[in-house]
């Protein structure tokens, strides 16, 4: 069996791979060489559990953040790019919220970054973080189950 975080990580990156602009440019790291943009990366944030809520007896329940960071390299219209990334990893998203998994119970973004442009370069390049949550479910007894 594989840890849920793992499986949610790999249906996140699923749902963004294929994206309009970005296309197959979706990996699971914090940083992609400068030649390959514009592109997604997907890293897991924290993995709290949920005290105090009403999960049934054995279960689990935990709020999961990661993020997807896109990267870009153009020399004009950076943040209209950038807009075209969030509208489209929006979608993809948030067309389903539970990414296919039956221990999923909801998803939501929780917040865009601004644009971090650096213009040092003959093409300049950006970043922008959008931070999303997931709520999910495990057995008491293992993360896997």
Known sequence: MTNRVETIMEAVAAAVTGLATTETRVQRARAWPVSSLPALSVFQGENRVL?????????????????????IKAITNLETIAN????????ALTADRTLGLSYVFDLNLVSDSGLDIEAEQDEPTARQVMTWALIYEHSETSTEA
């Open 51 to 71: 005290e105090g809520e009403d999960w049934p007896m054995g279960v689990i329940g935990r709020e999961l953040t990661f993020s997807i960071v896109s990267q």
């Open 84 to 91: 075209q990334i969030c509208a489209e990893v929006y979608a």
